[in-house]
């Protein structure tokens, strides 16, 4: 049905490319189905997970401090004038406290690694499948699942929380900083992180690492699924790891709106 | 798996009213045929003809759209049929893991199912890579070798599986003659070793004529013709003529 359907899609009939994103949906289901069900051999494949988390906090760490910096830096920017003049900026920190651990490490971080990681999975699994070497591993018995995904699955889930734990405290001395030293802001470093500490709870922030993990949980699983059902040569696997980061960062959105709607729910 | 699950015996395989079709395009228009347990069989035809299609079918990768595929009578579409016998393939791009060195390469199967401490692997991939002229090589990474070195490879992973049932996908494409001649000794001397069965899909005239018991050849997604080498040669079917006396005119003299 799959091939079929894929040859005889065009952009312009709608019909077609609405299955084709329910079947995509229901097939990104069973691989996570399937990845659950195949955790009790994770501890096989424990060297694979190191190695992903290494290539994750690599290519990730100095970003996310640079990213973070910066988003702290910007919120503090735009906020606080318009705070200095109603006369309420000693809740400046509060406010940039919360808004980086409940919102923004999570969502950019997230972001960032479907961006850099995401699409690292994508073209390294759509390449093995366009070269046939998933074929190779499934000669061998070797289920891709267990040997390509779950790893990966488990380093993502891992790394991005500990990603945003890196990020929030960056985010915050990035909002003291342009605080301190914005003249229209004149918030200092005491009265900033004063605030931030009455405001901000460890609930706010594991509230944040859940959001992280949930959407850990979508980059790797979207960007597993998308490299394999690669297709084509080096076009078809430019094509997934586009579709791989677009998906994500959609998904990611999404999701942020439903998880928010969850958890202040759950805390009322 | 453990080897108390393995069937003893080599496997003979049967395919029937084998159909597969891609969209419009029917690549398998019902092929038939019957390998015995421990023989050297070759599936001939042009490019295009469906043979790796037929090739990935037999190990289990395609499901055919109607037909069977059965080994020792029992269909491979069941996993469980597939759990009981050692199958390898030797892909025509080899498909060699190119994140994992040569020697990971040639020990994945023993590594990944856990079948024997680390350094009897090692010992294996050793003996495996020295069978085919590659001794020595373990830590070197695939995209270092050459293509005939990286067709050996595949076929040293391909042999730690001990396999019953073997298939190549065009072993000589893509190798010098020379080469292309060693790969061929490697297949015969492999099937006369070990007895494992043996199905190679080519279009190499030369290959087929030199190893195999029997030929197959497949033209337009049908078998027109099964039989030894001699039988093939001695066939008057045009099809099965021009395709085994095709040769490249002496252009230049004209």
Redesign the interface.
């Known amino acids: 049905m799959l091939p079929r359907l894929r040859g005889g899609l065009r952009q312009k009939n709608g019909r077609y490319a609405q299955i084709l994103m329910y079947k995509n949906i229901g097939e990104i289901l069973i691989l996570f189905w399937q990845t659950l069900r195949s955790l009790h051999l994770l501890w096989r494949q424990r060297q694979k997970v190191f190695d992903q988390l290494f290539e994750i906090g690599n290519a990730s760490l100095f970003m996310v401090c640079i990213l973070s910096l910066f988003i702290g830096g910007v919120i503090a920017l735009q906020t606080g004038p318009i705070l200095v003049e109603r006369g309420i900026s000693s809740v400046l920190g509060g406010m940039i406290g919360l808004s980086m651990c409940k919102e923004f490490a999570p969502v950019m971080m997230a972001i960032l690694v479907a961006g850099r990681i995401g699409s690292a999975m994508s073209a390294e699994i759509g390449s093995m499948r366009v070269y046939q070497e998933i074929d190779a591993l499934q000669t061998m018995n070797i289920d891709p699942v267990r040997y390509l995904v779950l790893p990966r699955m488990v380093a993502i889930a891992l790394a991005l929380p500990a990603l945003v734990i890196f990020s929030i405290p960056v985010g915050w001395l990035g909002g003291a900083l342009v605080c301190d030293f914005n003249r229209k802001i004149a918030v200092n470093f005491d009265l900033y992180f004063q605030n931030l500490r009455d405001v901000v709870e460890v609930g706010d922030v594991c509230n944040g690492l859940f959001k992280s993990f949930v959407f850990a949980l979508a980059v790797g699983i979207i960007s597993c699924h998308q490299g394999l059902i690669t297709r084509g040569g080096p076009r078809g696997i430019g094509r997934s790891v586009t579709k791989a980061v677009v998906n994500s960062i959609v998904v990611i959105l999404i999701l942020d709106y439903f998880l928010t709607r969850f958890l202040l729910y759950i805390h009322r | 798996?453990t080897d108390a699950q393995i069937h003893p015996e080599n496997a003979g395989v049967e395919v029937l009213d084998l159909h597969k079709s891609?969209?419009p395009n029917e690549v398998l228009k019902g092929v038939s045929f019957q390998v015995k347990p421990g023989e050297l069989f070759v599936i001939m035809g042009p490019s295009g003809s469906g043979k790796s299609v037929l090739l990935?079918h037999v190990?289990?990768?395609l499901k055919p759209d109607s037909g069977q595929i059965l080994i020792d009578g029992k269909s491979i579409q069941d996993p469980a049929v597939?759990?009981q016998y050692r199958?390898?393939?030797v892909?025509q791009?080899s498909?060699?893991?190119?994140?994992l060195t040569v020697g990971e390469n040639v020990g994945?199967?023993l590594t990944?199912?856990?079948l024997k401490p680390p350094a009897e692997i090692a010992a294996i991939v050793s003996a495996n890579l020295q069978a085919v002229g590659l001794q020595g090589l373990e830590d070197r990474m695939p995209n270092e070798l050459s293509g005939g070195m990286q067709k050996r490879v595949a076929i040293a992973r391909a042999l730690v599986?001990e396999p019953q049932l073997i298939l190549f996908d065009e072993p000589t494409s893509e190798l010098d003659p020379i080469m292309a001649v060693t790969i061929g000794q490697e297949i015969f001397q492999l099937n006369k070793r070990t007895h494992a069965t043996v199905l190679v899909v080519s279009h190499d005239r030369d290959l087929a004529f030199s190893i195999a018991d029997r030929i197959a050849i497949l033209s337009e997604g049908r078998i027109i013709f099964i039989g030894s080498p001699a039988e093939v040669r001695r066939n008057h079917d045009p099809r099965i003529q021009e395709f085994v006396h095709a040769e490249i005119s002496p252009l230049k003299s004209n």
């Open positions: 798996m891609f969209g990935k190990i289990g990768l597939r759990g199958m390898a393939m892909f791009s498909a060699l893991l190119t994140s994945l199967y990944e199912h856990q599986v």
